[in-house]
């Protein structure tokens, strides 16, 4: 029988910070991955940011697979064959450098390797089947590889958005519906002289482009495409629940977004080399469960830690893996592996940007349940794309008459001053409450 | 505008053509109970599945397990839970090449 100081389970972001984090202090570390390799399985948008990664591999920008250098952030509004647009360029995003496009099967491996190198022990190719108990304590997991019972004093949980260790361990059941997205996404690769030129773009410059409106058709949901080195990620994302009343293969979906002209010109000529989808995790703070027990600790998607507001979801995971792994070093100091002690990395969640973060937006899950999601993905951004066009066509009526009926078409789609005030109001203590 | 389909890559034969998988003899996901499949009214996995996996034929749910892109909608999405969703066995399933 193997025992061990920790077994993490799933190398993705949050299990890898967590392995390296305890392996440089000297603990003998199992990190477990389903995959073929670190990041077989992965999906994201995918934008990776500085900051939290910094904090656990200082200037690794020098060395780890990155794409392009962020310098433009776009959010298109879109109508049916219109978009309104806003978007923030920047030269300052250069220094200090921001944030980076990535692919997560090439970040996943290099990230996943520092934790090798730091000496913790790989095993790939290996499913965790169940947790191990002894006295209503987490003593380790069972593996699908023969005789393959892994023993540890401390086991992290970082499986994944589908986390089915997490519901083993009764700290949250199914996610229903409305607590997660299926997104979709296509690597369609260009010649970089492409890129640079439709994308007014530079060098290692790089563009992000969020969007929201009629390409979800009445869903709750979020388009996206970036530009990489030789390929632009393309996807979009859908509330579970409103995918299902739908009735919309997600597929087409996609398909649809690609026919948008604003879309369609950036992308043709392009070669799909890869379709993709991926579940997220977007219930909010009240979905994030019990973060450790006597022996266990729950990391990144498989804890809910995503703020969907803003794509975060890596620099979460992340955190939440350092946070883990630096517990399970004061635990191993105090020999102590109860709940207790392990309460710290609670604690360390609690006080960071990830609680402040998920709590400032925890009345928008509310929001988006309490408010027909047509009004908000598809009758405001129509109404917007329509007040903007006629405003800018010139065909004898006067501004002020305009600028008067742009207004009323606004008021009419909320269904009059009143619940316009009133749903302005709730987005507002959505965001801000 | 371009008709749907008609377009190079855009059926999702194409889509999954451009994933590679390593399949196993046997399933990962199990329907529980075919009788609920049935009665369920909206048979809804056959389209929110991105991947196809869910084909309804001959009174009964068809499983293309093969498809599946383990994402794990079914297990969430069933207006039965009748699904029985495990990942497949250790290195086995889906390998992205850029994620």
């Known amino acids: 029988m193997d025992k061990f100081d920790a077994v993490v389970v799933g190398a993705g972001p949050a299990g890898a910070a967590a392995a390296l984090t305890m392996a440089q202090a000297g603990m003998s570390v199992v990190l477990l991955e389903r995959g073929e390799f670190p990041g077989a399985k992965n999906l994201f948008g995918g934008v990776l940011y500085r900051k939290q990664l910094e904090d656990i591999v200082p200037e690794f920008w020098k060395e780890a697979p990155l794409e392009r250098l962020i310098v433009e952030q776009n959010l298109w509004i879109m109508g049916h064959e219109a978009v309104t647009k806003i978007g923030h360029r920047n030269e300052k995003f250069k220094d200090p450098l921001n944030c980076w496009t990535g692919m997560r099967v090439h970040f996943d491996q290099w990230f996943a390797n520092k934790a090798v190198a730091a000496g913790a022990i790989p095993v790939y190719e290996t499913v965790a089947l169940e947790l191990l108990y002894e006295g209503g304590r987490v003593v380790g997991v069972r593996t699908d590889r023969e005789a393959g019972d892994l023993y540890a004093d401390i086991t992290i949980i970082a499986d994944g958005v589908n986390s089915l260790l997490g519901k083993q361990l009764g700290i949250h059941k199914e996610w229903q519906p409305d607590q997660v997205s299926l997104a979709v996404k296509e690597q369609i690769f260009l010649p970089k002289e492409k890129i640079l030129d439709r994308f007014g773009l530079e060098d290692n410059e790089g563009a992000t482009i969020e969007f929201v409106g009629e390409t979800t058709q009445g869903m709750t949901g979020l388009g996206f495409l970036y530009t990489n080195k030789e390929s632009l990620s393309l996807g979009v994302g859908v509330m579970v629940s409103d995918l299902k009343k739908s009735r919309m293969k997600p597929y087409h979906l996609l398909e649809q977004v690609k026919q948008h002209p604003a879309i369609r010109k950036l992308i043709q000529g392009g070669e799909t080399k890869e379709y993709a989808g991926h579940l997220i995790p977007e219930g909010g703070l009240k979905a994030v469960p019990q973060l450790s027990g006597d022996g266990w600790m729950i990391c990144g998607d498989a804890a809910q830690l995503v703020n969907f507001v803003h794509r975060e979801g890596t620099n979460l995971a992340m955190t939440s893996g350092r946070f883990a792994g630096e517990a399970a070093v004061a635990a191993k100091q105090r020999g102590d592996f109860s709940r207790a002690s392990l309460a710290a990395y609670d604690r360390s969640v609690s006080e960071s940007f990830i609680r402040k973060d998920l709590k400032k937006y925890q009345g928008l899950h509310g929001l988006l349940n309490e408010v027909d999601p047509k009004l908000l993905f598809s009758e405001f951004p129509h109404t917007m794309n329509a007040a903007a066009y006629d405003m800018l066509s010139v065909d004898g009526r006067s501004k002020a008459e305009k600028q008067k009926q742009a207004i009323q078409s606004i008021k009419q789609t909320a269904g009059g001053t009143m619940d316009l005030i009133k749903l302005g109001w709730k987005g507002w203590r959505a965001i801000n409450g | ?99």
């Open chain 2, 1 to 99: 505008m371009s008709e749907k389909g008609t377009i190079k890559g855009s059926s999702i034969e194409e889509k999954l053509f451009t994933i590679r998988y390593k399949v196993d003899d046997i399933s990962h996901l199990i329907i529980k109970d075919q009788q609920v499949c049935v009665k369920c009214e909206t048979k809804e996995c056959n389209d929110f599945c991105p991947a196809d996996v869910y084909h309804w034929r001959e009174l009964t749910t068809h499983v293309a397990f093969e498809n599946c892109i383990e994402c794990g909608t079914c297990r969430i999405g069933c207006p039965d839970a009748n699904i029985e969703w495990v990942y497949p066995k250790g290195g086995y399933g889906i390998t992205y090449k850029f994620g």
